[in-house]
């Protein structure tokens, strides 16, 4: 609810301080007055885009402050959340703009964004006239009007829920697809890598064993012939000979010598040993040199083929085996991805066919709160003088989405026989007025907790039409806080709370002044609206009278 709208040098305003109550607030006064100067500076502080020359002549900076009542449970609260602002039961909002046209906005006392004021308007707010484009105009606000007079909560989220799991499955099927799709476009060369890499069959420490021998191999005739030189100095030509001599003669000798050469025989025994096993390393190494012919050029091709398909996969000759499991992981990836592409196809068609259930079940219910609509909207219009007008509810097909599979639009025949269509292309001013009247009553459980402002929507209506209307303004603040800019007597005699506009000349300057009034000021008021600048008894007495029948 708004509780207060202060106004510093905006316009014709030099200082404005008011008030506002719960119900019906009625604001009145002559043509001129600068009643829609209040409805300029309450949208300039809640970021509605307007003029721009705002400032008052001669003020450095003007300025609007709107104070508002938020229950807990105040959508605005979730607004301020969001933004990162303490919430509570008071919000208070601040604007000024400067000479040179700089804007500034405070919320709470704290900076805000206009992004932020316009978001926190549209939870606050709502203003209806003959421009209504902000509120029942807007058709894109009409699916939400009509499932909130339907109360299709439990639908609508059901439908939501099940837009996302379509969504979920769609994206799947599309990121399984797209996987599948890389994969079949390399499958030719992992085809090829892995019966390569297959073929070759490398093992772990290969490279290293293999660039081993291929040195010991390329060295082999060099080093053949010095191990055959050993071979042959160690030989029974060469030193075996030597020492078998010298064993046989110490052997000869050694019976005369009382045991003299005991010891050097048995240090001969252990040499010959030794040289014996000198003579069985040197032939295992001989042998070991001894390659067959192209053993080299073998190890060669070997060790080459796995630096080169090392190189050509860039990782290491050791990394082979497991590159190759990776590569043939991938290969069933795509072997068995049709599979994964038909299962996820069956859950996307399942969760199709769940938001297309979801969907038909809310758009019956809009069908039928559109056709309870429709016929709230003719027991109303009836009274405003437009039984002659047809409503309707409109649903029209539209692409799929978590809010069903259609659109709504309010559509009106002023005439019988005549084609229906939008409001704001088919009703006068004066019929648009009351058209959008009737159908806030009907809407009026949707609008909790939001001040709503009426710009003379009664405008071109009298007698029984004008009463009409402002009764129906007063039961709608019975559950809401309602604002009414107006002309008519009728309904400012139905008015909770009166406001007078009016304007003062001082030192050659125009000022607009807003005051509650009293009920003999009521009464002085109303007698105006009726008779014009000349107030008579009997317009006096015809005030009182509809005061009283407004009570």
């Not at 692409?399 to 259609?406: R, V, Y």
């Not at 009414?484 to 406001?499: I, K, M």
Request: charged letters at 25%.
């Amino acid at each position: 609810m708004l509780l207060a709208l202060e106004i510093r040098d905006m316009l014709i305003i030099d200082r404005l301080d008011l008030r506002f109550q719960p119900g019906l607030n009625v604001l009145t006064g002559e043509t001129g007055a600068g009643k829609s100067i209040l409805l300029d500076a309450l949208g300039f502080v809640l970021g509605w885009r307007g003029r721009a020359d705002l400032v008052r002549a001669g003020a450095a900076q003007g300025e609007v402050v709107a104070e508002f009542a938020l229950a807990p449970d105040h959508p605005a609260q979730a607004v301020l959340a969001e933004a990162g602002f303490e919430a509570g039961d008071a919000l208070l909002l601040r604007r000024v703009n400067t000479g040179d046209g700089r804007k500034t906005a405070y919320v709470n006392d704290r900076r805000a964004s206009g992004e932020l004021l316009r978001a926190l308007s549209e939870t606050l707010v709502e203003l209806h006239g003959q421009q209504d484009d902000r509120g029942l105009l807007n058709a894109r606000g009409h699916r939400a009007l009509l499932d909130a007079y339907g109360g299709h909560v439990r639908e609508r989220d059901a439908c939501r829920a099940a837009w996302r799991e379509l969504r979920d499955a769609r994206a799947a099927q599309e990121t399984e697809a797209a996987r599948l799709a890389e994969l079949a476009a390399e499958e030719d060369f992992l085809r090829h890598a892995v019966a390569e890499l297959d073929q070759l069959a490398p093992e772990p420490g290969e490279e290293a064993a293999l660039d081993i021998r291929r040195r010991q191999m390329q060295a082999a005739e060099r080093l053949r012939g010095d191990v055959a030189r050993a071979q042959a100095a160690l030989s029974d030509e060469g030193a075996e000979r030597l020492m078998t001599d010298a064993a046989r003669w110490l052997d000869g000798a050694a019976e005369g010598l009382d045991g003299a050469l005991d010891r050097a025989l048995e240090a001969l025994s252990r040499a010959m040993d030794a040289l014996g096993e000198a003579q069985q390393g040197i032939a295992a190494c001989a042998e070991a040199l001894d390659f067959p012919p192209g053993a080299l050029e073998e190890v060669e091709e070997r060790l080459f083929a796995l630096r080169g398909l090392a190189r050509k996969h860039g990782v290491l000759p050791d990394d082979l085996g497991a590159h190759a499991e990776a590569l043939r992981a991938r290969l069933a990836q795509l072997d068995d991805g049709a599979r994964n592409i038909e299962a996820l196809a069956r859950a996307t068609q399942a969760a199709q066919a769940a938001h297309d259930a979801a969907a038909a079940r809310l758009g019956a219910a809009r069908r039928e709160a559109g056709a309870r609509l429709d016929a709230a909207m003719a027991q109303e219009l009836a009274p405003l003088k437009l039984e002659r007008a047809a409503f309707q509810t409109r649903l029209v097909p539209a692409d799929p989405g978590p809010d069903g599979a259609e659109a709504v639009q309010f559509e009106v025949a002023t005439n019988p026989g005549a084609p229906a269509g939008a409001l704001s292309k088919i009703a006068s001013g004066g019929e648009l007025s009351r058209f959008l009247l009737a159908l806030k009553v009907c809407l009026v459980g949707a609008s909790s907790g939001v001040t709503m402002i009426f710009d003379e929507i009664d405008r071109g209506v009298g007698g029984a039409t004008a009463d009409a209307v402002g009764r129906r303004l007063r039961a709608l603040a019975g559950g809401a806080q309602v604002l009414v800019v107006t002309h008519s007597p009728q309904v400012a005699a139905l008015g909770q709370h009166h406001f007078k506009v009016t304007k003062q000349v001082l030192d050659d300057t125009t000022f607009s002044r807003v005051a509650p009034l009293s009920a003999d000021a009521r009464v002085e008021e109303i007698a105006r609206m009726l008779s014009g600048d000349t107030i008579t008894d009997t317009a006096r007495a015809a005030a009182q009278d509809l005061l009283r029948a407004g009570r």
